[in-house]
């Protein structure tokens, strides 16, 4: 019987304006102990030094490499698709450019999960906070214990959501290769589309209950830019913005309703999508926001989520709306009147009953 090829994994990084942190992240990936590995960096036009650092460092580490500099500003949705199609492994895996991957065994157990399960087509895996001591910062257990499941529509409605953060998402690059497409650029969650796409046209979905990633590297003890810094500076304005949540489930219903021609089968994933979303992400946000003192933004969102306004992008029945309605109300009332300790302490909770699984 002959002896399988070892697979292979790119490493896929999207780049703009932080290479003190991708350098970071580039010099954890020399300690992994499997070598079938390329390193893909995608640099969005930056206007920090990456152009000059990150190639000579890359070429000075012996990593097998690829770095493309984008000939014209990409933005995010684009230049994630450009990293993956750089690619040239059997696997693509997404880092961000302040994630490093967990351990030095991170890319061996992967292998071996994806041999022992038959290869599947895309993979989810669970991530946990950087420290700077490498014992590790809470875990974030997107997936509750690894399971295997089948590529039907089904399966992307009930995982949806755990495409959402980027890191760790891990497409064979035949199926991306299919899957990908412009149309959701702009988005700013194309990697929800495409993971729903993948295994909507029959891809399989591994539940790896394993932390591969760990997110939000600090350089000189401080991380890098987020939503926070750029909400604090923003002066916004009383309008309906869903900030983004919005797009989660859209992008999912994009990927997911063209394959049921029923239209009770469509109807009933459009609810339960939107109502998984209301349920669990916009209150978080809402949550969130009102930690950071951030009121206007969390006012603009429920604007922003209401049905009526959420569903505009999405061809439904007038009576879909009403569906949601009463989950939006018990959501935004929770979200706005609970004190911000007790949501604390309630949003573990809660998002562990999202992720729970039917027992098999």
Aim: net charge positive; glycine share 6%; with cysteine.
């Amino acid at each position: 019987m002959p002896i399988p090829e070892p697979i292979t994994f790119s490493i896929c990084i999207p780049q703009h304006n932080r290479s003190r942190y991708l350098l970071a992240v580039l010099d954890s990936l020399r300690t992994q102990r499997y070598p079938h590995f390329e390193v893909v960096v995608s640099d969005d036009c930056s206007t920090d030094d990456t152009a000059e650092v990150v190639p000579a460092y890359l070429e000075a580490s012996g990593m097998r490499y690829r770095f493309h500099r984008q000939e014209r500003n990409l933005r995010y949705d684009a230049n994630l698709r450009a990293s993956l199609a750089l690619g040239t492994g059997d696997y693509l895996l997404i880092l961000g450019n302040d994630d490093v991957l967990a351990d030095e065994n991170a890319l061996t157990d992967l292998a071996e999960a994806l041999e022992s399960h038959g290869r599947p087509e895309v993979i989810i895996s669970n991530f946990r906070l950087w420290t700077a001591d490498g014992t590790g910062g809470a875990e974030v257990r997107r997936v509750p214990r690894t399971t295997l499941l089948p590529g039907v529509p089904a399966t992307a409605v009930a995982h949806y959501r755990s495409f959402s953060f980027v890191a760790g998402i891990i497409f064979a690059r035949e199926n991306f290769t299919r899957a990908n497409t412009s149309a959701y650029d702009g988005s700013i969650f194309v990697q929800v589309y495409l993971g729903c796409k993948v295994i909507t046209d029959g891809g399989r979905l591994l539940l790896w209950n394993r932390v591969l990633v760990a997110k939000d590297v600090e350089v000189d003890g401080k991380p890098a830019n987020s939503y926070k810094d750029v909400e604090r500076q923003k002066k916004r304005k009383l309008e309906p913005n869903s900030q983004g949540v919005s797009s989660i489930a859209w992008v999912a219903s994009e990927a997911v309703l063209p394959a049921l021609q029923d239209p009770p089968a469509r109807n009933q994933a459009l609810i339960c999508l939107y109502k998984t979303l209301l349920r669990y992400t916009y209150p978080y946000w809402l949550y969130a926001h009102r930690k950071e003192s951030f009121r206007r933004a969390a006012l603009c969102m429920a604007w922003g989520c209401y049905p009526t306004i959420l569903l505009k992008p999405v061809e439904h029945p007038w009576w879909v709306t009403l569906k949601l309605f009463p989950t939006y109300m018990i959501s935004t009332i929770a979200g706005f009147l609970l004190p911000v300790s007790f949501l604390r302490r309630l949003m573990p909770w809660g998002y562990r009953l999202s992720k729970r699984l039917p027992k098999t």
